[in-house]
């Protein structure tokens, strides 16, 4: 059986924060920071403090991250959730597109193995375009085109070492693509938002659920069990692999992150993914915590989200629910074929955590209509 490379043994950023000391107080990662919070206190403190945690101005290196809804005390604004209305649009979208994407590969390269990273593009582009803008079909598919343009084009700038300068290929490449989706917007009539804010909310909206689709589909591919309750899988997804796995703060002042120290001024990382393997947040053997098991679901003594897979505080996800049901979806029609890995699964840590590659196929017996 094909398997996922194990988080646990992962190297890099992702190795350092899942086996720095769990103290219950801050643990420094380095001798000036970052600093990261390791018990769910503190970490939801971290989150829902911003006068004291502040939200960092440039999360995608590419200026404002956040938008619209009240000033923080950084001067960013925030995101209003949106409405069932918005989600009941987006995953109607998300379903006919899903559809439509099986097809399309299926009649482009029949038999060869589908790329769950490519495959989830456009259903989870034009659907959250279509949730978070109501406009005609066109226009609502040249948005998407021109908000994967300029999230790809983003990847460059944040996955470098250091900052790419002002005027490198990289940068001037991302402004180019940012400035077409945000003249594509302008052009919109009743937009919800600034089209800036538009824009960053919809790149938002659509790297994530990607990646966390992708991670979903790579689970269910290597699970061999019968039947899974699909909302269960989901939460399951999100707590071994969360695409957000660290998010960061600074401190505006000196604080006291359970016994310890930090100075002002200093980065705090909380994660999602080191939370989601507290023993003490998740129902079943404590052995077994890295292990996938939705079933694990079903006792409901605890609390599936309590390890903050779409943060909380102000900046909490507005999205949220139009990410779960787009997730609960795939989930589903995932349950009703035989999903099968065609090769290993590897882990991309270049922004946020993705599947990659992540390659399956359909076994003869499932099919899809
Ligand atoms: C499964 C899917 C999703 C996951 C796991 C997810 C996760 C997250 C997390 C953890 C944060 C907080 C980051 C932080 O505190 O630094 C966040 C913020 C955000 N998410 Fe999502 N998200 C998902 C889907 C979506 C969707 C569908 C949308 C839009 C339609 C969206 C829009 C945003 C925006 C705009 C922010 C920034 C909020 C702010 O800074 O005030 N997300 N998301």
Redesign the pocket.
């Given at each position: 059986m094909m398997h996922l490379d194990s988080v646990e043994s992962a190297g890099g950023r992702l190795g350092a924060v899942l086996s720095a000391p769990r103290s219950g107080a801050a643990v420094a990662l380095d001798r000036h920071g970052p600093w990261l919070v390791t018990t769910p206190v503190l970490a939801r403190r971290v989150?829902t403090e911003p006068g004291r945690f502040d939200?960092p101005g440039d999360?995608s290196r590419s200026g404002d991250?956040?938008?619209s809804r009240g000033e923080t005390r950084s001067g960013?604004v925030?995101?209003a959730p949106?409405t069932p209305d918005q989600v009941a649009r987006g995953v109607d979208v998300f379903s006919s597109e899903w559809d439509a994407a099986l097809r399309d590969h299926d009649s482009r390269a029949p038999g060869t193995a589908y790329d769950a990273m490519l495959l989830l593009r456009q259903p989870v582009a034009r659907s959250?375009v279509g949730?978070?803008l109501d406009t005609d079909v066109g226009t609502r598919d040249r948005v998407a085109d021109l908000t994967l343009g300029w999230i790809d084009a983003l990847a460059p700038v944040i996955s470098a070492h250091r900052p790419p300068g002002r005027w490198s290929r990289a940068r001037r490449r991302e402004r180019r693509a940012r400035f077409a989706l945000d003249d594509a917007l302008s052009a919109v009539t009743g937009l919800p938002a600034p089209s800036e804010q538009v824009a960053?909310?919809l790149a938002?909206?659509v790297q994530?659920?990607i990646a966390?689709g992708a991670w979903l589909l790579a689970w269910l591919a290597a699970d061999t069990s019968d039947s899974v309750d699909p909302v269960h899988a989901v939460w399951e997804t999100?707590r071994l692999t969360?695409?957000?796995w660290v998010?960061a703060r600074i401190t505006t002042e000196p604080v006291d992150l359970g016994g310890t120290e930090v100075p002002a001024g200093r980065v705090v990382l909380v994660s999602?993914l080191l939370l989601g393997r507290l023993t003490e947040l998740v129902p079943g053997d404590p052995e077994l915590v890295a292990g996938f098991d939705p079933a694990r679901w079903e006792d409901t003594t605890k609390r599936p989200g309590a390890w903050?897979?779409?943060?909380a505080g102000?900046?909490?996800?507005?999205?949220?629910t139009?990410?779960?049901a787009?997730?609960v979806h795939l989930a589903t029609w995932a349950g009703q074929h035989r999903l099968r890995l065609s090769e290993q699964v590897g882990i991309d840590q270049s922004r946020g955590i993705a599947p990659l590659p992540c390659r399956f196929t359909i076994d003869a017996w499932g099919g899809h209509a």
């Open positions: 989150l939200f999360v991250l956040s938008s960013h925030l995101f949106l959250t949730a978070v960053t909310m938002a909206g994530v659920p966390a999100l969360p695409p957000t998010t999602p903050l897979p779409f943060g102000p900046h909490a996800c507005p999205g949220r139009l990410g779960m787009q997730l």
